[in-house]
């Protein structure tokens, strides 16, 4: 680098050096700054009170004017004030900011580490009426309202109410008026529209309601928390219905709608309306935040008069996913409790609810009742279980005649291998599918457990033994997540039943002369595919498999003894003798004109 380069790098930098200098901004010009800075951040935050704003500056005190010149202006200024109303059962927040439901804590119940247990969480809720005055849209959750009472508290069969009001003028107004009676789940809502469809042009009189919130997790598992909570609704003119659990899902209803609940696994808020709800729209919306079970939305529109005021009757229900609670309710509530499908849910409605219910009066442990609630059962299908093993000890004492029989037809004729067969158990008087259909019928009593257990609230918090709570897993052993697996614990009472399955699968193999059969593999496979499944599922549920497990392998143990291989073998063989007092199957029957078919398809082709 020669010396006039240097120079002019030297005169470039001190250009640029003095240029900083000069250019600075003085210490006023920092301070504007600042507070123009601030205030756009308090306003995005909407932390900025009007209030403030009207004694700071100028410019603020246009924007306040520019407000109180909007449709209920005084309503948009003005301090929130929040009113509690407590009963037995919940301690409700009402806020004067929007005459809005701020937060309710339901009282004797709390979340999986102990806080207090929140169904609605203060911040995470809005609720209002939208409609437009004046050429100018109203969104009632963002006004103030006049609290007109104070804190109230009520036991028994009394009952209290409040009111707020939101006023436009002396004869036009908006007036909530919230009742709680003592011990009850619910809050009742009275809405008056007074001389406001007087506000409005006459092409656009109607009234839409908005309902959201946020529902923070309450359970130890979170994932399943979330695929069992989403929107409920029922249709006036049909049925319960829902969106979907597993994925975000939005829906335009056609039909008018009753009730919308925002359903969490074990708890739901429902909003419920004595006038039809119109034009429902309902979404759901998971979010990224694993305390945050999921997003809930509720539009839809009142009906309303344009030549009188209007009145609207609403009901909040905040509580629990009790099948007897909300039964109480009435109008479907109970339908938010998925029972299962089909059979499944006649089980559990018809037959598992009363026998649980019953039991529970007893006030016996839930561990306790759980057992007495299996061998219940397993007492009702004895019957099915000693046919379907009697059926399979014929099987087994013919295997040895079965296998002669193929040892002389072969594989390569697989119709006369099987007409020889269908001969063989038509002379031994035995149904080959004897032992399936018997444990066919039992599945559904199996199944109907699968869904009861997951969605017992009584469950919720409950302990028995080393279980801490028998809605959710237990899990002595933790660790960090698996690669793949993603598991991260191990259920202890998901391995014992797990144990005790293998356990019977190798009697029943010992048992039936399967000792050769591949498919004696599967049995040992099945268990320790479902250790992966169950191994999240509530340790309710696992422990009603272990003791299913358990009695079935006693059973079959017991019933093992009363059966004589050698008496059936000579009873098949006194039948093929006498083939005539033998009854044909209908399963029988089928088989045989299915073979016939087939031969007359055959030669047909010859």
């Excluded at 001389?195 to 006459?202: E, K, R, T």
């Amino acid at each position: 680098m020669d010396r006039s380069t240097l120079i002019g790098l030297v005169l470039i930098f001190g250009i640029i050096a003095g240029s900083f200098y000069l250019m600075k901004p003085s210490e006023q010009e920092l301070k504007q700054e600042q507070q123009l800075q601030d205030s756009l951040k308090r306003v995005k935050e909407g932390l900025a009170p009007v209030a403030d704003s009207l004694k700071a500056n100028v410019p603020n005190q246009v924007d306040s004017a520019a407000l109180m010149s909007k449709p209920f202006g005084a309503a948009r200024l003005g301090q929130e004030q929040v009113i509690t109303l407590e009963n037995e059962k919940i301690i409700a927040k009402v806020s004067s900011k929007g005459g809005q439901v701020k937060s309710v804590q339901l009282k004797n119940e709390t979340n999986f580490d102990g806080q207090p247990l929140m169904i609605l969480n203060e911040n995470y809720n809005k609720f209002g009426f939208v409609f437009k005055a004046n050429g100018e849209n109203v969104n009632t959750s963002e006004l103030n309202f006049a609290a007109q009472g104070s804190n109230v508290s009520v036991t028994g069969e009394s009952a209290e109410s409040v009111s707020f009001r939101l006023n436009y003028s002396d004869t036009q107004y908006l007036e909530y008026t919230y009742s709680i009676k003592g011990d009850d789940y619910t809050l009742g809502l009275d809405v008056k529209a007074v001389g406001i469809q007087n506000l409005m042009d006459v092409k656009t009189r109607s009234i839409a309601l908005n309902w959201e919130s946020t529902l923070l997790q309450k359970e130890l598992n979170g994932k399943s928390e979330r695929e069992k909570s989403t929107v409920f609704f029922k249709e006036t003119a049909g049925g319960v219905d829902h969106l979907s659990e597993s994925s975000d899902d939005s829906e335009k209803i056609a039909e008018k709608v009753s009730w919308i609940a925002f359903k969490q696994h074990f708890f739901s808020a429902v909003l419920s309306s004595n006038q039809p709800l119109n034009n429902a729209e309902l979404a759901v919306s998971s979010d990224s935040d694993p305390h945050i079970v999921k997003h809930y939305k509720a539009t839809a529109d009142l009906e309303f008069s344009a030549q009188k005021d209007n009145q609207y009757s609403f009901n909040y229900f905040f509580g629990p996913n009790k099948y007897k609670v909300l039964k109480a309710q009435g109008d479907d509530f109970q339908q938010i409790i998925n029972m299962g499908w089909g059979p499944m849910g006649w089980i559990n409605k018809f037959i598992t609810v009363p026998i649980f219910d019953f039991l529970d009066g007893f006030a016996l442990s839930y561990g306790i009742i759980i057992l007495i609630l299996t061998i219940v059962l397993k007492g009702v299908l004895f019957p099915l279980t000693y046919k379907s093993y009697k059926s399979m000890a014929k099987m087994r004492v013919l295997k040895p005649q079965l296998d002669e029989i193929k040892e002389k037809v072969g594989e390569d004729n697989p119709m006369l291998l099987q007409q020889e067969q269908m001969k063989l158990y038509k002379q031994a008087g035995v149904n080959p599918l004897g032992g399936c259909l018997p444990l066919v019928l039992q599945m559904p009593f199996t199944l109907a457990f699968f869904f009861f257990f997951p969605n017992l609230f009584e469950l919720r918090g409950e302990s028995f033994l080393w279980i801490h709570d028998l809605s959710t897993y237990d899990a002595p052993i933790s660790f960090a997540p698996l690669p793949l697996i993603g598991i991260n614990h191990i259920s202890l009472m998901c391995v014992l039943m797990t144990l005790t399955t293998l356990l019977t699968t190798w009697y029943n193999n010992a048992t039936s002369g399967a000792a050769n059969n591949q498919m004696k593999y599967l049995g040992y496979i099945m268990p320790l595919i479902f250790f992966f499944v169950l191994n999240n599922f509530p340790a309710g549920l696992n422990y009603y498999y272990f003791l299913a497990a358990v009695f079935t392998f006693l059973t079959q143990v017991i019933i093992r003894q009363f059966v004589d291989d050698e008496k059936i073998l000579a009873k098949i063989e006194s039948n093929k003798k006498n083939p005539k007092v033998q009854k044909k199957s209908s399963f029988q029957q089928k088989m045989e004109d299915m073979m016939r078919q087939q031969q007359a398809a055959q030669q047909k082709k010859k």
